[in-house]
């Protein structure tokens, strides 16, 4: 019903729902006018207005001067040009062009209206001083009077209250559901960011040593440190903090991690095996399929990512955060899925492939640690 961000598609929903019913056409052009604050406060707006959408207007010689979005009539005595926008700032000039097109229409009763997500900062300068400019409304603000207008036919009245709530929850409209636990959750991010870091410093070296010496042999394994002095073991980046190890690989190259993420207002913990290869296709080799099947019996998510292939297992650590040494629960953890991919070939079957792609891992792209 709804292609997220798509500004044509919402346009010509708008506009046939207000073709066939004009009376929610003129409220609906009400409901801007009024949502405008002082600049429209003095425009009478007709009950019933014709609607047409992505209507080309010309100069008074005759001058194309583009495509306004929807265009509303009342006759001769009345006409609104409504620009619409939801992921798009305005276009080279658009506004001037269309101030220049009511010049070009008859009767007196002529205004330029744009509703957008945000306060533009720029592309409003040349009509802010025109009457029939009556400004940019924002789409949270006239957000409930839109929703509430009833149309004619209960279906199209039950579809557009449909699709206005999936445009909210999509985003289309910008910020209008603030919950008060994220504001405080990031007032808090440095101190939680912190435990964290700690948390993984402190494992970097005994979960090396669990590479080292697991119960099945794999390829030789070493923690990969960053910074000019090979000191900085966690890696942020967006959104996560990692530890990377190299394993059979090129002594940059991760083929473990150790990682803390975060995801839909919660934070896991996962060990992934890795090949930081996107554009290859290993799954058609069939000693990595073979040890896919292995950890996929073991509770492991296989699958690729923007940067690449992984093997991961993942637990939430937070009743961890409890107990009076949450560091040993961490490393039992890796223990065991250290165990159960050295178990399942998966570092012996990526060592003996040769990468022919570049790298898609961000860990050259780190943040000071």
Known sequence: ???????????????????????FAGRFVHALV???????????????LDCRAEETVYSQDGRDLG?????????????????????????????????EALEALPGDARYLIAVTVTAPFSGEESVREDPRWLGSVRWSRVFDELRSIRHRSPAVETTWQAALDLMRANGDFGLMDIDPSAVTAWAR??????????????????????????????????????????????????????????????PSEPRFRLQF???????????????????????????????????????????TDYEGWYWSKSIDPTPWFAEHDPLQSLLEF????????????????????????????????????
């Open 67 to 99: 495509r306004v979005d929807l265009v509303f009539r009342c006759g001769i005595d009345f006409v609104a040009l409504v620009e619409l926008k939801l992921h798009s700032a305005y276009g080279h000039e658009q506004l001037d062009r269309y101030r």
């Open 261 to 303: 993420l975060a995801r839909d207002g919660g934070v896991s913990l996962s060990c992934e095996a890795r090949y930081e290869h996107p554009k290859e296709q290993v799954m058609t080799d069939p000693a990595v399929e073979a040890s896919t099947i292995r950890l996929r019996n073991a509770g492991f998510d296989a699958g």
């Open 189 to 250: 991010a440095l101190e939680g960011e912190e435990v964290l870091r700690y948390l993984l410093r402190e494992a970097a070296a005994p979960v090396e040593a669990m590479l080292a010496n697991p119960s099945v042999p794999i390829p030789d394994a070493r923690l990969i440190a960053r910074g000019k002095k090979r000191t900085q073991a966690v890696v942020p980046w967006r959104g996560r903090l990692h530890v990377p190890y190299a394993v059979g690989s090129d």
């Open 34 to 48: 009024q949502s405008t604050g002082e600049r429209g406060a003095g425009t009478s707006v007709p009950e019933e």
């Open 1 to 23: 019903m709804r292609r997220n961000g798509d500004e044509a598609q919402f346009t010509q929903m708008i506009a046939a729902a207000c073709r066939s019913d004009q009376h």
């Open 334 to 369: 890796a223990r065991r899925a250290i165990e159960e991919l050295a178990t399942s070939a998966i570092w012996t079957a990526l060592a003996h492939r040769s990468p022919t792609t570049a790298s898609g891992s961000s860990d050259g792209r780190d943040e000071s640690d």
